[in-house]
Nanobody, 120 residues
Framework: EVQLVESGGGLVQPGGSLKLSCAAS????????MGWFRQAPGREREFVAA????????YYADSVKGRFTISRDNLKNTLYLQMSNLKPEDTASYYC?????????????WGQGTQVTVSS
């Protein structure tokens, strides 16, 4: 059974940083592209970042480019999202995703999400 479990969310002040983690199990992690999406209340889920199987390619939404960094550890079966210079508009539930074939917008499997709130 595929499982994706996010952690690391919380409350942070504007300009602050957070690092999200996604622990994966139930599939061969290095065979899958991985991604982060987010969803704010009343809005549709949107793409944040993605990484190819061996992290040779990374993709970012324009709104987070230069502030967020996606990375993965294929030995630990873990995906990360380092978020810096956070803004109130980054407030959302953040979801980890996996997809064997779509490395730009991986969306086959999903985690349950972790809440990030940016507020003073």
């Amino acid at each position: 059974e595929v499982q994706l479990v996010e952690s690391g969310g919380g409350l942070v002040q504007p300009g602050g940083s957070l690092k999200l983690s996604c622990a994966a199990s139930g599939f061969t992690f290095s065979y899958y592209a991985m991604g982060w999406f987010r969803q704010a209340p009343g809005r549709e889920r949107e793409f944040v970042a993605a990484t190819s199987r061996l992290a040779h390619n990374t993709y970012y939404a324009d709104s987070v480019k230069g502030r967020f960094t996606i990375s993965r550890d294929n030995l630990k079966n873990t995906l990360y999202l380092q978020m810096s210079n956070l803004k109130p508009e980054d407030t959302a539930s953040y979801y980890c995703s996996a997809d064997q074939y779509n490395e730009r917008r991986p969306g086959k499997y999903w985690g349950q999400g972790t809440q990030v709130t940016v507020s003073s």
